[in-house]
């Protein structure tokens, strides 16, 4: 039996995202894709699951995320890691800094009350996703709670899976910038480390009341300073998940898609990749 499509309400869009995340709609007579933008890491108090997500979500046939988020695919994530985020045996992170970048990034870690070894056999790239992501528990935030994980436990194997990309390319995002611009992240992700937690805060208000466009600006602002990491992040992806969508309206069925919501806001946002492509997309929440 074919899922009921949600009622798609055309609504002008000053009245879109009335305290709700943004939520959208791709679709042609015989597919129908919906992309909700997803915050990967919450606080415990945000209601997001409810309203149209959760019809869109009822009406799919099969969820998309940008990596596959099944619990057997999330057991292989630290042996991904170990074999990608590693240094080599007797060089450390610290060693790779000079003397003013060492002392920034110790700084860091002592804010967070880790010793200035913790990180040392962590690759630059990867020793700053780990500061970011403790910046964010020491803020309340938790991975259980990001958008894709609760949107798995909901759906348990009740409907169909498909990602966008792997693991490994994820991880290549970082891994393939040349080292001394994985230091220079790392050093500026330590320099920020007091902001971290409160430029999340504010992202997630703008993202929790559907505020696309003030989403957009903190964004560009905040990869302003690194135009080669927001091609690699953002610009590039956008493109992919375009020609992805593209293609997936040739066959029939209904779709929810959950990707970060910054894909949705700010530059070469993949609502432009898709006008590139003559693709309408329309914001039904």
């Given at each position: 039996?074919?899922?009921?499509?949600?009622?798609?309400?055309?609504?002008?869009?000053?009245?879109?995202?009335?305290?709700?995340?943004?939520?959208?709609?791709?679709?042609?007579?015989?597919?129908?894709?919906?992309?909700?933008?997803?915050?990967?890491?919450?606080?415990?108090?945000?209601?997001?699951?409810?309203?149209?997500?959760?019809?869109?979500?009822?009406?799919?046939?099969?969820?998309?995320?940008?990596?596959?988020?099944?619990?057997?695919?999330?057991?292989?994530?630290?042996?991904?890691?170990?074999?990608?985020?590693?240094?080599?045996?007797?060089?450390?992170v610290r060693s790779l800094m000079d003397e003013n970048e060492r002392e920034t990034y110790e700084g860091?870690?002592?804010?967070?009350?880790?010793?200035?070894?913790?990180?040392?056999?962590?690759?630059?790239?990867?020793?700053?996703?780990?500061?970011?992501?403790?910046?964010?528990?020491?803020?309340?935030?938790?991975?259980?709670?990001?958008?894709?994980?609760?949107?798995?436990?909901?759906?348990?194997?009740?409907?169909?899976?498909?990602?966008?990309?792997?693991?490994q390319f994820q991880l290549s995002i970082f891994d393939g910038l040349p080292q001394d611009a994985q230091?220079?992240?790392?050093?500026?992700?330590?320099e920020e480390v007091d902001n971290i937690g409160p430029i999340l805060v504010e992202l997630v208000d703008?993202?929790?009341?559907?505020?696309?466009?003030?989403?957009?600006?903190?964004?560009?602002?905040?990869?302003?300073?690194?135009?080669?990491?927001?091609?690699?992040?953002?610009?590039?992806?956008?493109?992919?998940?375009?020609?992805?969508?593209?293609?997936?309206?040739?066959?029939?069925?209904?779709?929810?898609?959950?990707?970060?919501?910054?894909?949705?806001?700010?530059?070469?946002?993949?609502?432009?990749?898709?006008?590139?492509?003559?693709?309408?997309?329309?914001?039904?929440?």
């Amino acid at each position: 039996s074919k899922p009921t499509p949600v009622a798609s309400t055309q609504v002008p869009a000053s009245e879109v995202g009335m305290n709700v995340p943004a939520l959208w709609m791709v679709g042609d007579k015989d597919t129908t894709i919906y992309i909700f933008g997803t915050v990967h890491t919450l606080p415990d108090d945000i209601d997001w699951y409810s309203g149209t997500v959760k019809s869109a979500l009822d009406a799919s046939d099969t969820l998309v995320t940008e990596i596959d988020m099944t619990p057997a695919a999330m057991a292989q994530m630290p042996s991904i890691v170990q074999a990608t985020a590693i240094l080599p045996q007797g060089i450390t992170v610290r060693s790779l800094m000079d003397e003013n970048e060492r002392e920034t990034y110790e700084g860091a870690l002592t804010k967070l009350n880790l010793p200035v070894n913790a990180l040392d056999q962590l690759e630059p790239w990867y020793a700053a996703l780990t500061i970011s992501q403790i910046a964010y528990q020491n803020a309340g935030f938790k991975e259980e709670n990001g958008t894709e994980n609760v949107l798995e436990s909901i759906i348990g194997d009740t409907k169909g899976r498909d990602s966008l990309e792997t693991i490994q390319f994820q991880l290549s995002i970082f891994d393939g910038l040349p080292q001394d611009a994985q230091v220079e992240y790392l050093v500026q992700t330590a320099e920020e480390v007091d902001n971290i937690g409160p430029i999340l805060v504010e992202l997630v208000d703008e993202w929790a009341v559907g505020d696309v466009e003030g989403l957009g600006d903190l964004l560009n602002e905040a990869l302003e300073s690194d135009p080669v990491l927001a091609n690699r992040l953002l610009y590039t992806r956008n493109a992919n998940w375009a020609v992805w969508i593209d293609e997936r309206l040739d066959q029939p069925g209904t779709i929810f898609m959950a990707v970060g919501a910054g894909h949705l806001a700010g530059k070469e946002n993949l609502q432009e990749k898709l006008a590139e492509r003559g693709i309408q997309i329309t914001r039904i929440q």
